[in-house]
């Protein structure tokens, strides 16, 4: 923006003059916005339903439907609408199996995920038919592994200076990367990655580039029922392996500083994408480290009436295995010519060529918790 925004652009960066037809309260994700068609929409915040209709179905069936509905829809009327069980349960059989899961804060404040799927399959019962499907062959349920990513990643706040605000084809779609580093006991990995359209670049433009691929992870490990996992480890991803490199590997009372906000199946994890760059950070101190003109970066929304409207919860699909892809093309989130496992650069389905970001397949593959 801005380069390319006129005078006005920049006052309404500042927060003096407001813009033409879009404007800083425009809350991301707020259907009517101007953003790509189901690719920014908050689906946490009561706006599933109008996700519903004829979202879910642009997206791989069984990858990325909105699971807070399906989940919930099965929770009133016993119909699972999220991931078909398939099991044949006829009219004296009472209704299908519906996969539910939730998160809560346990006592020491970790987040934690409650699932009646079991995680792995070698505990699924046969019962449970189809819901037991493991077509990326990780040794995880497929729907257990899909309730987690929808329910494990975090809730986005943005700065009032934030670029995307303004940009009514701005795109912010996630993709995520679960899997088992061990079955027993049970530790789990979920790498997710956070693709913007664009990185805006800092210090009035410099750095903009096409395509965006910020990440964070979580380190689950598991607790007593069969579809329990607590987070025992947690990163943020800010300049990955630039010089102003701020990640984070937070583990035990580490965790502690995790912020969670109120979501539809429990608390949500809460990052602070630094303005325009979209660093991760878990907290504004964590991100606002640095007075440095043109290398300090701000995170949230200040002076403004209502910081949710800088919210947003990005859409998330599994993108499956290395070996067994569950989702590759990545057009359905708003990504066009983009791949999740093609080592390609990350264009954010604009215009190709120059600089872009980093592939979306190493950052799914990159383990931040791996030993050195
Ligand atoms: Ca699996
Ligand atoms: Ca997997
Ligand atoms: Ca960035
Ligand atoms: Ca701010």
């Not at 404040?109 to 990326?136: F, H, I, K, M, Y």
Request: one cysteine or more.
């Amino acid at each position: 923006m801005h380069r390319t925004w006129p005078a006005w652009g920049l006052l309404w960066l500042l927060g003096i003059g407001g813009c033409p037809g879009q404007t800083a309260a425009t809350p991301p994700g707020d259907p009517d916005a101007a953003h790509d068609a189901g690719q920014s929409g908050d689906r946490d915040a009561g706006q599933s339903g109008d996700r519903d209709a004829g979202q879910s179905g642009d997206r791989d069936a069984g990858q990325s439907g909105d699971r807070d509905a399906g989940r919930d829809a099965a929770a009133d009327t016993g119909v699972d609408s999220g991931t078909d069980s398939g099991a044949d349960a006829g009219p004296e059989a009472g209704p299908p199996f519906a996969p539910t899961a939730a998160t809560s804060l346990a006592a020491d404040g970790r987040l934690a995920l409650s699932s009646n799927v079991p995680a792995r399959t070698d505990g699924c019962p046969e019962s449970l038919g189809e819901v037991c499907a493991d077509a990326d062959g990780d040794d995880l349920v497929d729907a257990w592994e899909e309730m987690a990513l929808e329910l494990l990643r975090p809730r986005l706040r943005l700065d009032e200076g934030e670029d995307l605000l303004g940009d009514p084809a701005a795109v912010v779609a996630a993709i995520g990367h679960i899997y088992p580093t061990s079955l027993a006991p049970l530790e789990v990995r979920a790498l997710i990655v956070i693709g913007y359209s664009r990185d805006y670049g800092s210090c009035l433009g410099i750095s903009a580039h096409n395509g965006d691929t910020e990440r964070v992870a979580l380190r689950l490990v598991a607790l007593t029922a069969p579809g329990d996992v607590v987070v025992s480890a947690a990163f943020t991803a800010a300049h990955d392996g630039a010089p102003l490199d701020h990640n984070r590997l937070l583990a035990g009372d580490e965790l502690q500083e995790m912020e969670f906000v109120d979501g539809e199946s429990g608390p949500r994890w809460l990052v602070y994408a630094s303005e325009d760059k979209h660093a991760s950070y878990v907290s504004v101190a964590d991100c606002e480290f640095s007075d440095i003109p043109c290398f300090d970066e701000d995170c949230s929304p200040d002076g403004v009436a209502d910081p949710s409207a800088f919210e947003l919860l990005p859409p998330v699909v599994n993108a499956g295995e290395p070996a067994a892809p569950l989702v590759e093309d990545l057009a359905a989130l708003g990504f066009a010519g983009e791949d999740a496992w093609l080592d390609q650069p990350f264009c954010g389905g604009r215009t190709r060529g120059g600089i872009c970001a980093g592939s979306v397949r190493k950052k799914l593959t990159t383990d931040p918790f791996a030993e050195p």
